[in-house]
């Protein structure tokens, strides 16, 4: 009887799960045609890939060396070449990833997509920026369509 009291119990849990919203619906849908299709492709890009992550990434992929990061408008060109990486990074990671962020944002999707697989590096920037994108922009094509 215990058996059957804790099965019961436990389809019921599992019957109650709760249904997704038309807006959910209408989200996952849209970005599905986005990543499947070349709809997506004229999106422009929401670069918006967690902080810390980006700043891996271009630490990890930059080795051509300091001086190449020191043509930054927003780093101290007399101080800049005698930088570690490290330091390089803490003192300027701010302005290096809104750098970015403006720069990638004049982007297409199919655009950012050829950068970054013409290097073959940042598959894990590339998978988060592209996820945000087409969510922002699935949402708002069914906000278009009156979906809220």
């Given at each position: 009887m215990k058996k059957l009291t804790i099965l019961?119990?436990?389809l019921g849990i599992a019957g109650c799960e709760k249904e997704p919203s038309l807006l959910e619906k209408c989200i996952e849908t849209n970005i599905n045609l986005f990543e499947t299709t070349s709809?997506?492709?004229d999106l422009k890009v929401v670069f918006q890939p967690d902080f810390s992550l980006y700043?891996?990434?271009v630490s990890r992929v930059w080795n051509t060396g300091i001086v190449q990061?020191?043509?930054f408008?927003?780093?101290d060109k007399n101080e800049c070449p005698n930088l570690e990486k490290e330091i390089y990074f803490s003192k300027y990671?701010?302005?290096?990833y809104s750098a970015a962020k403006n720069n990638?944002?004049?982007?297409?999707v199919k655009e950012f997509k050829n950068a970054f697989n013409s290097s073959g590096k940042g598959k894990e920037i590339k998978r988060q920026v592209l996820k945000e994108t087409y969510n922002?922009?699935?949402r708002l094509k069914c906000n278009e369509q009156g979906i809220y």
């Open positions: 019961i119990l436990l709809r997506g492709n700043i891996e990434y990061w020191c043509s408008d927003f780093v990671s701010n302005a290096f990638y944002e004049q982007l297409t922002i922009n699935a």
